[in-house]
């Protein structure tokens, strides 16, 4: 295991519904980087969180948001879910002054199901 | 075109066979290449990584990289029903950037 826990496991969700994902991050670790994965698809990068501040961004629409708190956890939120939004999300923790975040360990994953 | 076109399988050996795994990329700003495996119900877990072309090994498991052919590769030694998994490449810009390949999935048979 390594550490970085998510909550919920698994989470149903009405489209136009909004949703909140939490990270717990590994002991030491002050960087947060959440992905998306759909079915059959690697993990896509939504953003990074460093220190409570955002610190990069992918391709993903404003309506995808987030938050770091001083203990360096997370949360993910998603207002005016699509059907698109179904997916695993993942968030990974790391320390940032390592090696461009090689580093990174991921949790086990929040499945979203968007009905 | 996507940045990164890994091999889609998914690939079927019988234990002992040596496995090839591989993916391709286009971004010549990709600096680091690493590889992950990912269980079913799981997140990835990092296998290895590298930021130089050539081979590094690590048990059972070689990562090779190919920078003037952008070309990377997983090679699996001896491999065992435990490795069935999907395993992901992944590749960081200087940028802090990083990109997954889609993954290809691995059955090892008894």
């Known amino acids: 295991e390594t550490g970085v826990t998510q909550s919920p496991t698994h989470l149903i969700k009405t489209r136009g519904q909004q949703v909140t994902l939490r990270c717990s991050s590994q002991?030491?670790?002050?960087?947060v980087s959440w992905y998306q994965q759909a079915l059959g698809q690697g993990p896509q990068f939504i953003f990074q969180y460093y220190r409570e501040e955002e610190n990069g961004r992918g391709n993903f629409p404003p309506r995808f948001s987030g938050l770091q708190f001083p203990n360096y956890s997370s949360e993910l939120n998603v207002n005016a879910l699509e059907l698109d939004d179904s997916a695993l999300y993942l968030c990974?923790?790391?320390?940032?002054?390592?090696?461009?975040?090689?580093?990174?360990?991921f949790g086990q994953g929040t499945r979203l199901t968007v009905v | 075109q996507k940045e990164v076109e890994q091999d889609p399988g998914p690939l079927s050996v019988p234990e002992g066979a040596i496995v090839s795994l591989n993916c391709t990329y286009s971004?010549?700003?990709?600096?680091?290449f690493m590889w992950y495996r990912q269980y079913s119900r799981k997140g990835p877990e990092l296998l290895m990584y590298t930021y130089s072309s050539g081979n590094k090994e690590d048990g059972r498991f070689t990562a090779q990289v190919d920078k003037s052919s952008k070309y990377i590769s997983l090679f699996i030694r001896d491999s065992q029903p435990s490795d069935s998994a999907t395993y992901l490449c992944?590749?960081?810009?200087?940028?802090?950037?990083?990109?997954f390949g889609d993954g290809t999935t691995l059955t090892v048979k008894p």
């Open positions: 990974a923790s790391s320390l940032v002054h390592q090696a461009m975040n090689t580093e990174a360990f």
């Open positions: 971004n010549s700003a990709f600096q680091y």
């Open positions: 002991s030491g670790h002050n960087t």
């Open positions: 992944a590749m960081i810009s200087n940028a802090g950037k990083s990109t």
